[in-house]
């Protein structure tokens, strides 16, 4: 081997020894889409779930109140008010089909509550003075010195008045009766009086002619409140006006009145009805009522209560005069005497026991 062979040779020995082999480097392997999606859900699960170990206390008390606290209703004012229309509607539906009430004549309404009263109050024996009607004497104090019957055609209140004498009577008689019904229309209760027949037998009396309608409607199917009868009459083109002759006519035919028509050149009749043969029986309970407003130790029977109810409410329906009381109480003397008698006003016969 020659020199420069034995050279070139340690050269290339001495390069394999210098040289250092790297290993391979290992490519990472690409991570599928759906495991890179598993391992961030998983990573916000364990995040989740540090964070709510760190506050769960505070999450507990709050679920707590949220789980005891009564739910807010949305818009409750604009439930409130549709609960209330639908319960209006409901009610007036129900009123229309069922029960006829009284609408705008507010004077029905006070003398439905004077007869629910009496009804109430359950008298039987009313001790009545000449086997008279709260009615007949009703209309005996209406009637003016002179026999005339102011308003008796044209006066709905009156007429209204005497109407409701007459349910009295027909109560009292045992031939209708009145049932409470309670209504409530939202946050209104409020009660209601319907007339019932007790029977459809005829009887012997001029109530009659009145008791009878009842028992037609009745049998017709209406039902109707104390206030709507009296409303029918009273507001009626003649009903009112018919009522109050048919009272007249049975008092003229017991003589305890008569009746005197004149007629003017104009063709105009004008009735009066002063007193008849039987007077008497009129003078004699003016003098009873009298007693009981100024006497003392003179008390009222269920009769002359009832009757002066009826004619103070007569009272109120005149401006200035008291045309009824006018009657018993003939001056300024009287008056106060009376006054005094019944503790400084005559408000006991304003109000029934039990009237509303």
């Keep these: 081997m020659t020199m420069a062979e034995t050279v070139l040779e340690m050269s290339e020995t001495k390069e ?13 392997e690409k991570e599928e889409p759906e495991k890179k999606k598993e391992v961030v859900f998983r990573e916000l699960e364990e995040q989740t779930s540090i964070a709510q170990v760190k506050i769960g206390s505070v999450e507990t008390i709050d679920d707590e109140k949220a789980r005891l606290q009564p739910k807010k209703k949305k818009n409750n004012r604009t439930t409130t008010l549709a609960k209330m229309r639908k ?10 089909d069922v029960i ?24 039987d024996d009313w001790q009545i003075p000449n086997n008279l009607t ?22 709905a209140s009156l007429q209204a008045l005497a109407y409701g004498a007459m349910l009295a009577d027909l ?4 031939k209708i009766s009145a049932q409470k019904m309670n209504k409530k229309v939202g946050f209104i209760n409020y009660e209601k009086y319907v007339i019932h027949p007790t029977s459809d037998l005829e009887f012997d009396s001029f ?3 009145p008791f009878l309608e009842i028992v037609d409607q009745h049998g017709n199917g209406k039902r109707k409140t104390i206030a709507k009868y009296v409303e029918d009459v009273a507001t009626s083109y003649s009903e009112g006006s018919l009522m109050v002759e048919v009272i ?28 008849g043969e039987n007077k008497a029986v009129f003078e004699n309970l003016t003098k009873t009522l009298r007693g009981i407003l ?14 002066l109810r009826f004619m103070r409410q007569g009272d109120k329906q005149f401006m200035v005069t008291n045309p009824f009381m006018n009657h018993l109480l003939k001056n300024k003397m009287e008056r106060k005497k009376a006054k005094a008698k019944w503790g400084g006003s005559l408000q006991e016969f304003d109000k029934l026991p039990g009237e509303a």
């Design 16 to 28: 394999k020894v210098g040289e250092k082999e790297e290993p391979e480097k290992e490519e990472p």
């Design 87 to 96: 319960t209006l509607a409901d009610g007036a539906k129900e009123t229309a």
């Design 100 to 123: 006829s009430d009284a609408s705008s004549f507010s004077l029905a309404n006070n003398v439905e509550a004077i007869v629910w009263a009496i009804q109430e109050s359950k008298e």
């Design 134 to 155: 709260l009615s007949e004497a009703f209309m005996m104090f209406w009637r003016k010195s002179d026999g005339s019957v102011e308003g008796r055609t044209t006066s």
């Design 171 to 174: 109560i009292h008689m045992d």
């Design 207 to 209: 109530l009659e002619e």
């Design 248 to 275: 007249l006519e049975s008092l003229v035919e017991r003589k305890i009145i008569k009746e005197n028509s004149t007629t003017t050149f104009l063709g105009t009749t004008t009735k009066k009805y002063p007193l």
């Design 294 to 307: 100024m006497d003392d130790g003179v008390e009222h029977t269920p009769f002359t209560l009832f009757l």
